[in-house]
T-cell receptor, first 115, second 114 residues
Framework: AQKITQTQPGMFVQEKEAVTLDCTYD???????LFWYKQPSSGEMIFLIY??????QNATEGRYSLNFQKARKSANLVISASQLGDSAMYFC????????????FGQGTILTVHP | NAGVMQNPRHLVRRRGQEARLRCSPM?????VYWYRQLPEEGLKFMVY????????ESGMPKERFSAEFPKEGPSILRIQQVVRGDSAAYFC????????????FGPGTRLLVL
């Protein structure tokens, strides 16, 4: 079984500052993938970033980077230079080698960016 | 190059009625996934389908819920005799064969049961 835990129900950040959203995971699969999605108030799910368990380097996509610490089973999302448009719900998710297509999501973190 | 399409975007049903949610995958995608998001919660996997096959339905409630992905036409998630607890956002995602980790999500259908 896989489990994703996001312990921060809500986070606040000042515009232009960096923020880290926490995510820990648990799985018995030797091979897995980790994702972050953004869900703005309009409700759609927007893919942000992906990290494979065998990737040596942390994934980066523009202002988003994934701080992957395999031994700690953590996959924190770092957003640099926050913008007002970053205010949204953020979900961490994973897929395991044996779950074959089934994404497991965390409970989400609401990020609010203040001007 | 249309993305994943879902319709209707919003659906209102009275208790006991049937709800039919449709999902058209992206062009070239033959794998479809359905997820449910209850209020204030993350998405929960329901079912994974390929054309004419159910691959994994471990997240589907045992009663009243069914899903299909016919050879032609969209995938359908059907909820019979809806109850208030079925009120949620239902998301569909699709992927190419062999790329199950790369799932593209539709905009979701918001179901409200009165």
């Amino acid at each position: 079984a896989q489990k994703i835990t996001q312990t921060q129900p809500g986070m606040f950040v000042q515009e232009k500052e960096a923020v880290t959203l926490d995510c820990t995971y648990d799985t018995s699969d030797p091979s897995y993938g980790l994702f972050w999605y953004k869900q703005p108030s309009s409700g759609e799910m927007i893919f942000l970033i992906y990290q494979g368990s065998y990737d040596q380097q942390n994934a980066t996509e523009g202002r988003y980077s994934l701080n992957f610490q395999k031994a700690r089973k953590s996959a924190n999302l770092v957003i640099s230079a926050s913008q007002l448009g970053d205010s949204a719900m953020y979900f961490c998710a994973m897929i395991g080698g044996t779950s074959y297509g089934k994404l497991t999501f965390g409970q989400g973190t609401i990020l609010t960016v203040h001007p | 190059n249309a993305g994943v399409m879902q319709n209707p975007r919003h659906l209102v049903r009275r208790r006991g009625q049937e709800a039919r949610l449709r999902c058209s995958p992206m062009k070239g995608h033959s794998h479809v996934y359905w997820y449910r998001q209850l209020p204030e919660e993350g998405l929960k996997f329901m079912v994974y389908l390929q054309k004419e096959n159910i691959i994994d339905e471990s997240g589907m409630p045992k009663e009243r819920f069914s899903a299909e992905f016919p050879k032609e036409g969209p995938s359908i998630l059907r909820i019979q005799q809806v109850v208030r607890g079925d009120s949620a956002a239902y998301f569909c995602a699709s992927s190419r064969p062999g790329s199950q980790e790369t799932q593209y999500f539709g905009p979701g259908t918001r179901l409200l049961v009165l």
